[in-house]
């Protein structure tokens, strides 16, 4: 198997954007864009956005996804999401681990691990983001921080699950910066990442895995860094907001 064969997978990510009635406006927006996409195409919103994107999308190729969910099936966890509630909404894709929770909301690769868990049990497909600071670039650990985050963040998740989960490369010094990793960059950490992921499970589990690269991904850069061999799409942050330039990426997706 190799990209060809590979899902192609653009997602936006609105983190705290959009009021419901905004949410709506925006999606409208959207689908005519991505009605002839050659890719997966998500918009994984704001909770309160939910329901108002599900009804907006019912019919179209556009799907919906969380920002995020707790493990627990239920219980005494003030302001928390579980999984179960979202899979009856009828949410598809959950983002996990994203590195704003985890420098914000002292997420950690063990909560990552369980929200990952918690999302396949429930048949979520979780978007299980990864990367590293710019002072472990700089100290020359992108390798070790990514390896050791794959291990943590997947433990005890099957092959097959693993086939269900995309893994998002977001190297934290190009998130919201404008700073893009350059094409090479990304294809070097994702080619490592399935290289990770081989050693872990067997080549053909990584081969089927959706790897993406995120981190100031927009119109301008998207298609040369989807034509890299080991991106296989985009978790898009503010570029996701703007329906033509989110538009742009799907296109440069869809000839990949
Ligand atoms: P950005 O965000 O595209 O605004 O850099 C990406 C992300 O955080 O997922």
Redesign the pocket.
């Known amino acids: 198997m190799n990209k060809a064969k590979r899902q192609a997978v653009i997602a936006g990510?609105w983190?705290m954007n959009k009021t419901p009635s905004e949410a709506k406006i925006l999606l409208e927006e959207i689908i005519p864009v991505a009605k002839d996409a050659g890719c997966e195409v998500i918009a994984c919103v704001p909770y309160v956005d939910l329901s108002v994107a599900l009804d907006t999308v019912k019919g179209t190729n556009v799907k919906i996804g969380a920002e995020n969910c707790h493990w627990a099936e239920s219980g005494a966890f003030t302001g928390e999401i579980s999984t179960g509630m979202l899979k009856e909404m009828g949410v598809e894709y959950v983002v996990i681990g994203?590195?704003?929770r985890r420098q914000y909301f002292g997420e950690t690769d063990e909560t990552v691990n369980k929200r990952t868990k918690a999302a396949l049990a429930a048949g979520l497909k979780p978007i299980v983001?990864v990367g590293e600071l710019l002072w472990e670039r700089e100290c020359d650990i992108t390798e070790e921080v990514i390896a050791r985050q794959i291990k943590l963040d997947l433990y005890d998740v099957s092959a097959e699950d693993a086939k269900k989960t995309i893994i998002?490369y977001?190297p934290v010094w190009?998130?919201?910066?404008g700073k893009t990793a350059t094409a090479e960059q990304a294809e070097e950490v994702c080619a490592f990442i399935r290289a990770e992921l081989a050693k872990k499970y067997d080549e053909e589990t990584a081969q089927a895995i959706t790897i993406q690269y995120?981190?100031?991904?927009?119109d301008a850069n998207a298609a040369e860094l989807l034509s890299k061999e080991n991106v296989d799409g985009g978790?898009?942050?503010?570029?996701?907001l703007v329906a033509a330039k989110f538009g742009a990426i799907i296109d440069a997706a869809t000839k990949g």
Do not use: F, V, Y
């Open positions: 990510n983190k994203h590195s704003e983001c998002a977001e190009a998130i919201g910066t995120g981190g100031s991904m927009n978790l898009i942050g503010g570029a996701s």
